[in-house]
């Protein structure tokens, strides 16, 4: 059973750079015809999809959210991570990570990232 | 960008009645449309997607149904655990991938 677990910090400064990282563990990256992706969600709203990457590193972010996002990816120690650069209190949200196979099957249990000084 | 819209906003139920949401897209999505249960403080749960299959472990009172732009899931004989909001969600064309607003499905 694949299992995803988000880290970073719980707290950002305003205009700096929110850093995640997910863990997968029970799947391998390399599985052909997924994609590991981030997504997000306000506190009290709905679900956004940030981007997501595959294992040949190629990522597809959100247009909304294309100029300060970048999504990377290491198969050796079965990770990727988020970069979402020039933060505001409008990023505060719970961030996901989830395994996308068309449908988003498996996600994280979330963190929540606040932006503040 | 396809724009998803679920109906209602609210939804307030019995248990052991059907509880029916809706979900309409911008487009056609064919059948690449999938359905989430969010129950309060957790994460987002899969339960249908190529709009009528069930994921594993999803009971058989979990219907999904519809194609091109209209969608159904109905939900049988409710329970007090299904107390959730509930998102469509198409995969058909992207970037971006689009979620609807939800429908907080409430138990009487």
């Known amino acids: 059973q694949v299992q995803l677990q988000e880290s970073g910090p719980g707290l950002v400064k305003p205009s700096q750079t929110l850093s995640l990282t997910c863990t997968v563990s029970?799947?391998?990256?390399?599985?052909?015809?997924?994609?590991w992706s981030w997504i997000r969600q306000h506190p009290g709203q709905g679900l956004e999809w940030i981007g997501f990457?595959?294992?040949?590193?190629?990522?597809y972010y959100n247009p909304t959210l294309e100029t300060r996002v970048s999504i990377s990816i290491d198969t050796s120690r079965n990770q990727f991570s988020l970069k979402l650069s020039s933060v505001t209190a409008a990023d505060t949200a719970v961030y996901y990570c989830?395994?996308?196979?068309?449908?988003?099957?498996?996600w994280g249990q979330g963190t929540l990232v606040t932006v503040s000084s | 960008e396809i724009v998803m819209t679920q109906s209602p906003a609210t939804l307030s139920v019995s248990p052991g009645e059907r509880a029916t949401l809706s979900c309409r897209a911008s487009q056609t999505v064919g059948n690449n449309l999938a359905w989430y249960q969010q129950r309060p403080g957790q994460a987002p749960r899969l339960l249908i997607y190529g709009a009528s299959i069930r994921a594993t472990g999803i009971p058989a009172r979990f219907i999904g149904t519809g194609s091109g732009t209209e969608f159904t899931l109905t939900i049988n004989s409710l329970q007090s655990e299904d107390l959730a909001v509930y998102y469509c969600?198409?995969?058909?064309?992207?970037?971006?991938?689009?979620f609807g607003q939800g429908t907080r499905l409430e138990i009487k």
């Open positions: 969600q198409q995969y058909e064309n992207w970037p971006p991938i689009t």
């Open positions: 029970g799947d391998s990256l390399l599985t052909g015809g997924v994609y």
């Open positions: 990457i595959y294992h040949s590193g190629s990522a």
């Open positions: 989830a395994r996308e196979n068309s449908s988003f099957d498996s």
